[in-house]
């Protein structure tokens, strides 16, 4: 099985050699694949404080693995804002499954590899890196805890 940064990279590979245009079409269309908020993370949502305040789009996080060590990644993305559900959706896509001090380690430079930094903005940018520290933190603490 592919580790997160190899799952990481694969992803990063699709918008290589794709123009502005193209790589934002590219997130919407990883966007379409983020699965709807569970019902019970739902209920969740409205009493744990799991929003990510540094983003302007709503996006809320639970970063959880069982009890070996597994990391799961659930997420909801206002769907008004399809290229951060599309980031989103791709960080889903590299973690879930993976063991989470692997996770924990994740790269601070997908932006800037996956050439989304200066497409998408300063402030959506800047959005998106708070998830990706939002991420890696949640998961370093289940790490030391030996979750």
Same mark, same amino acid.
């Given at each position: 099985?592919?580790?997160?940064?190899?799952?990481?990279?694969?992803?990063?590979?699709? *918008?290589? /050699?794709?123009?502005?245009?193209?790589?934002?079409?590219?997130?919407?269309? &990883?966007?379409?694949?983020?699965?709807?908020?569970?019902?019970?993370?739902?209920?969740?949502?409205?009493?744990?404080?799991?929003?990510?305040?540094?983003?302007?789009?709503?996006? &809320?996080?639970?970063?959880?693995?069982?009890?070996?060590?597994?990391?799961? *990644?659930?997420?909801?993305?206002?769907?008004?804002?399809?290229?951060?559900?599309?980031?989103?959706?791709?960080?889903?896509?590299?973690?879930?499954?993976?063991?989470?001090?692997?996770?924990?380690?994740?790269? /601070? /430079?997908?932006?800037?590899?996956?050439?989304?930094?200066?497409?998408?903005?300063i402030?959506?940018?800047r959005?998106?890196?708070?998830?990706?520290?939002?991420?890696?933190?949640? &998961?370093?603490?289940?790490?030391?805890?030996?979750?």
């Open positions: 099985m592919a580790s997160v940064q190899e799952r990481l990279s694969e992803l990063i590979g699709e *918008f290589a /050699d794709l123009d502005a245009r193209e790589k934002l079409e590219l997130l919407v269309d &990883f966007a379409n694949g983020l699965p709807p908020l569970p019902a019970e993370y739902e209920a969740r949502k409205a009493v744990e404080d799991r929003r990510v305040r540094e983003c302007q789009t709503p996006v &809320f996080l639970w970063m959880e693995s069982d009890g070996n060590a597994t990391a799961t *990644f659930v997420a909801e993305v206002a769907p008004e804002a399809p290229t951060v559900k599309g980031f989103v959706a791709i960080l889903a896509a590299a973690v879930n499954g993976r063991p989470v001090v692997e996770v924990a380690s994740l790269s /601070d /430079d997908m932006l800037d590899r996956m050439g989304l930094a200066d497409v998408l903005g402030l959506r940018t959005g998106l890196r708070a998830i990706v520290a939002r991420v890696k933190r949640g &998961f370093a603490e289940l790490a030391a805890a030996g979750n």
